[in-house]
Structures are given as C-alpha cells and as structure tokens.
C-alpha cells in the first residue's frame, strides 16, 4: 500500500484531501488552492472536472506525476512555477523566473484602464515594467480598437509576454521593446500604466523565501526607499502623456502620501487612490 507521504492510490477526492493535509503540514497557507490546482494540472482536469469526477480512481500513474509536484511544492517551490502559467483577470499566462508572478491586486490596474477605454476606444496605453503582459495583455484582450506599447528591461521577460501575446493574438496592437522606462518611447499615450518594483531595500531581506527564490529581484527591488521607479517614472510621465492623458501605477500598501506628492510635484492632478479587497490603498491615478 501507500507510504506515508505517498499519495493514496484511491479516489481524486481522496487525493485532494491527502495534498491539502500534506500542503498544511509544511505551513502552506494556501494549501487547498494549492491542493487544487496541483490535480487539476497533474489530472489534465478542469475544475469543473475536478469535481464532478471527485469520485473517480486516479490512474497510479498520474498519482506519481502529482506526488513529485507536491513535493517540489512541499520544498517551498511556488505553485505558478510548477505549473509553468498563472490565471489573471480570467486569462492563463506563462510565467518562468524571468518574470513576476501577476498578483490578483494587480488586476485593478486592468479595470481601471478598462473603464478608460470605455470613454476612448481608440486609446493607446503605455505599460512601463510589462513583465509576463499580464496588464497590457489583459486590458487590449477587451478593448478591441485599442493598442499599445509595452516596455521592459529584461529581454528575457519581453520573451515571455511575447509569447503571452501571441496566445491571445494581440502581437499586431502592441509593440514590445526593450529599455528603461522611457528610453526607447517615441510616441505619447493616453494612458501610461504601470506596476513598478516597489520593494524597498529592507523588506526585500525579509522576503518570504518563495517570492525571494522564484521572483526576479529586478521586479521586486525599488531601491533604498522603495520609490526609485516612482520618481523615474514620474518625473518624464508628462513628456509621454496625451492632453488629458491619465497615469495608473500600483503602489505599495504605505506608499500613498510619497508616490502622490511625487505626481503633485510635476503637475499632475486629479490624484485618486484605490483600495484592494484588504483594503489597502494599492492603486493611485493622476491626470
Ligand atoms: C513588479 S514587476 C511587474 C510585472 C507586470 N507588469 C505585473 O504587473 O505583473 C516590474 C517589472 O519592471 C521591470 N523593470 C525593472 N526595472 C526596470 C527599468 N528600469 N526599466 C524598465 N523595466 C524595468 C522588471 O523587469 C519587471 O518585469
């Protein structure tokens, strides 16, 4: 029969509650998401599969293949990186080291630019730090007659929301290039966008070990203060904006008061922050 940290070669319900139980164990906090998405993966089910066929056997060999992703998971490997791709704003996008994992509170950003479109279909947006494309991919995915252009300093990250692109046939509405922030930008936009690194160089050596091991520091890191990316960013927005253009950045749950003096200091106006379901302001715009 089965060792004690081997998956029991019974029912995917069965499965499912061993994982969790194994997942809780090694202080996992999301241990039933976890659970979950590990099956539906290693299973090739859909949720909705995953539980109409609860209490169907699980093939011993699939029961192999999801016992070494739970135990990549159990070593402290983020779920995403196992996977190979994330769900964000109801899309899957493929994720690797090279890029940051899209977080759910990003996904205001998404909205916001959404709500824009609605007035100006035709806008174009500039998405400053693209990563994985996760916002750009996302918002022009819906806006139909909108385009945009991407930017990112890592060749490797472009690579990944190229790719990202591709899956969702958006390579001819946007251009990705390479640089830092502004550098290669000719054109001006009706919305900038942007989710910079914002980490500053304390909290950074009190990562949690997922986020340090598996995210690339140069998404995390915004510099002694936090706020380096915010003050490049910002002190050139203007020179790339449209009249009547607005910015949207996430900021960081303390970062409010600085990043909006940043804008109000260049001119900017109109400042609104935005809070996310913990209620933390984790969105600020400016015209
Ligand atoms: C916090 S991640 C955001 C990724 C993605 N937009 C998201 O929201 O999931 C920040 C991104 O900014 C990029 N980046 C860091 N410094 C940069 C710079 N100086 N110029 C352009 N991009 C930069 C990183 O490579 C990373 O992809």
């Known amino acids: 029969m089965t060792s004690s940290n081997a998956l029991p070669l019974q029912t995917i319900n069965d499965a499912k509650h061993f994982l969790t139980a194994q997942f809780r164990a090694a202080g996992i906090d999301s241990a039933d998401i976890d659970a979950r998405l590990l099956l539906m993966h290693g299973a090739g089910l859909t949720r909705a599969e995953l539980i109409a ?14 016992q070494g992703l739970a135990a990549r998971r159990i070593k402290g490997e983020p779920v995403d990186n196992i996977l190979g791709y994330r769900e964000f704003y109801g899309r899957r996008f493929k994720v690797t080291q090279d890029v940051l994992s899209p977080r759910p509170e990003t996904e205001m950003l998404v909205k916001a630019a959404l709500d824009i479109f609605k007035t100006k279909p035709t806008a174009n947006m500039l998405d400053l730090g693209t990563g994985s494309g996760a916002i750009i991919i996302s918002v022009l995915a819906e806006a139909l007659n909108g385009r945009g252009t991407a930017i990112d300093v890592s060749e490797a990250a472009l690579d990944v929301a190229r790719e990202n692109a591709k899956t969702y046939k958006l390579t001819n509405r946007i251009e990705f290039m390479r640089g830092e922030w502004f550098a290669p930008v000719k054109d001006s936009y009706d919305i900038i966008i942007s989710n910079p690194p914002y980490i500053t160089q304390e909290a950074m050596t009190a990562l949690a070990p997922e986020v340090k091991n598996f995210d690339p520091p140069i998404a995390l890191s915004g510099g002694e203060d936090g706020l380096k990316a915010y003050r490049e960013i910002i002190s050139k927005a203007k020179d790339f904006l449209k009249p009547g253009g ?4 996430e900021i960081g749950f303390d970062q409010t008061e600085t990043v909006s003096a940043l804008l109000t200091a260049v001119g900017f106006s109109g400042v609104s922050t935005h809070k996310d379901l913990a209620g933390h302001n984790r969105m600020i715009r400016a015209r």
Not at 53 to 66: F, K, N, T
Not at 246 to 249: Q, R, V
């Open 246 to 249: 607005e910015i949207i950045f």
């Open 53 to 66: 066929s609860a209490g169907d056997a699980l093939p011993p060999d699939v029961a192999e293949l999801i």
